[in-house]
């Protein structure tokens, strides 16, 4: 803001909190951010809320354009998608994949990141990580010859392990970053104090990574719960996961526009209330090893 | 991501091991997994990335050098490089997927940058609310993918839709949106956008609040105005953050799969006008069976990846200087 001069910024008070908070001078500027703020978030919520109000319209009344905020709701769409096409299976199914993939992704991974981040094993957490630039239909054609060979395919162990592939290379670069940041002091007095290095790891390094392992773990779940390439190749009629199940929604003659955002509010909203409550640990793990070299 | 950590951490080579030695452990299997536990730790996953991805990537490689298709089973003849011609004299699927792919990338991540930086530059400085704006960024960021390509689906329907009811109040003809053969890449491109751009919002914010104050407020002190502090001060010194955001971005979106095949299906659409490389791959792979040609597809694809990473560091490293 051009109008913003000297003599007005240094007559601001100076706060002692860690962060800015000098107020921005003009006012001109606290209108301009007002109204880009409300923008922003009406741009990024908008089309969540459409969704979730056509989950409760009618076919008839999602046709009807008169109708678009004004109409009776309806559960019927809930009760379709949810009875009729039995997601509460596809909801388990969703719910232990990902379980199941992010705790053994953690006890792989935590250790090895460990090691990767006190060794600086450099080459070798290159060769964990080079699996998050991998594109994942290079892995699934040889997956799927092996898997059908032992008859695996269509059964949970195959698509845990490939969400696994999703989730060890994520858990590995978030724990190196944080363990990259954890003092090495507090093991050395440890093992000065009689621990083994092991035992410095277990009753030390991780009772104090708990956060770091919080992070990793609820990212893997997510994004394990979002996944849908590996699920649609690899999961069964009885292993189907809830993107896959969306996806099937569409491919009958004509689109049910309630029953499919219904089927979509219902895998978004779980993931979404998980990240409302660990909104701090996802931001975290999002930016992890973002702000150093 | 990779190559940012491989020079990290240099300074303590060997700290953890020398500093302090354990006191004799008395059993031997603890001494033995107390000296060797570098490996024992790292060891599993290691294993674990070995079997599921080098093999694999391996096999792929194998792959594209023979003539593999209907079934993986079916036996198979070498046939050298014949793929790879194949592909790369194939203009009317490889290189307009090509084509497809970059703009894709180029056109997502300049808006995300951009647009990025700036919703970074407004919640820079604490306000009122300020918990509630967060929450709205996390939400694009979570939701599951799929789940969102139907919800666009719905919102620009051309008959239906609320974008195109939107449009009408104000007097703008209906647009055919993702049905439509020029319009379909770049409503993709928009929705990827809605979803990612808030990935970029936290990893600039993270860059900003981790600035020190003082060139900045030198360059206040000297009677910079913002602009000229924002791009004199600040943008120079948020560079390796940016291009932290644009590497983790660009792989992802270079890999786009899930929004494309949910909103346009098989084939990146009719006319395949969605088809990135990554989507015309998967078709060849379990839609016409072609692993032979999918796989000499997917090793250019890597590639492609792989040289845009490494160009991105190259230039990371210059600016960090």
New interface residues.
Partial sequence: ??V???SQ??AAPQAP?P????P?GTRAYKVF?VV??VA??L???A??F??LL?SFKTNVD??D?AK?FIFTPTGENYANVLQRNNYFIFIFNSFWVAFVSTALSLV??V??A????????????????????????????????VFS?LKMVGGFEVLI?SH??VA??LI??IM?SYF?SLP?EL???A??D?????GA?RRITLPLSVSGIATAGILSF?FS??N??FA??LSGSKTKT??VA??D??SYASID?GG??A???V??IP??I???FT?KY??SG??A????? | MSVLNTSRGDTRRGAGRGAARPPVPRKSFSAWANRHRKWLFAAPAMIFVGVLIVFPLAWTLYLSLTDSQGSVRAATEFIGLENYVTVLSDVERFWPAVGRTLSFTGVALACEVVLGMGIALLLWRPFRGEKWVRVAILLPLVATPVAVGMMWRLIFDPNIGFVNQLLGMIGIPPQPWLSGQDTALGTTIFMDIWQWTPMVVLILLAGLTSLSEEPDEAARMDGANAFQRFFFITLPLMMPTVIVAILLRGIDALKTFDILYATKGKGGGSFHEVETLNVYAYGLSFDYNQYGLSSAVLILFFMIIIGTMWLLTMRKKAVSK
């Fill in positions: 803001m051009t913003l001069t000297q910024t240094s909190a962060r800015r908070r000098k921005l951010r880009a703020l922003v978030v741009f990024l919520i089309p969540l459409w969704m056509a999602i046709y354009t678009s792989l991974g250790p090895a460990y090691a990767m981040s006190r060794f600086t094993m450099g080459r070798s957490a290159l060769v964990v990580l080079m699996a998050r630039v991998i594109p994942g239909v290079s892995l699934l054609v040889p997956w799927y010859y060979n392990l696994m592939f060890l290379p590995v670069y190196m990259d090495l093991e050395e007095s093992q000065v009689g621990l083994t290095p092991i790891f997510i719960w979002n849908f390439m649609l190749v809830l993107p969306i996806f929604f569409v526009w499919l955002m089927a979509a509010t895998v978004t993931i979404m998980i990240a409302l909104q996802i931001v999002l930016t090893g973002a702000t150093k070299g």
